[in-house]
Nanobody, 123 residues
């Protein structure tokens, strides 16, 4: 059974940091690109970041560049999203997803999804 389990969300003040984790199982983790996608209240899916299957390349949405860092640990089948200098507009449910093959910023192409973790940025 394929599982993606996110953790690390919570309530943080503006300017603070959080590190999200996504533990993967049930598929060949090191053959898949890994993605983070978020959904703010009342809005659609927004692609956040991606990392290639071999960690050779990373990608970020423009508003996340310089603040977010994606990484992966193949030994532990885990992908991370370090989020710094968080802003209220970063408030959303953050989902981890997986896709085999060529990188794509379209969430509708992702094969596997986690259930998400809530991130709330508020003073």
């Amino acid at each position: 059974e394929v599982q993606l389990v996110e953790s690390g969300g919570g309530l943080v003040q503006p300017g603070g940091s959080l590190r999200l984790s996504c533990a993967a199982s049930g598929f060949t983790f090191d053959a898949y690109g890994m993605y983070w996608v978020r959904q703010a209240p009342g809005k659609g899916l927004e692609w956040v970041s991606a990392i290639r299957w071999d960690a050779g390349s990373t990608y970020y949405a423009e508003s996340m560049k310089g603040r977010f860092t994606i990484s992966r640990d193949t030994a532990n089948n885990t992908v991370y999203l370090q989020m710094n200098n968080l802003k209220p507009e970063d408030t959303a449910v953050y989902y981890c997803a997986a896709k085999r093959g060529r990188y794509s910023p379209s969430p509708y192409e992702y094969e596997y999804w986690g259930r998400g973790t809530q991130v709330t940025v508020s003073s």
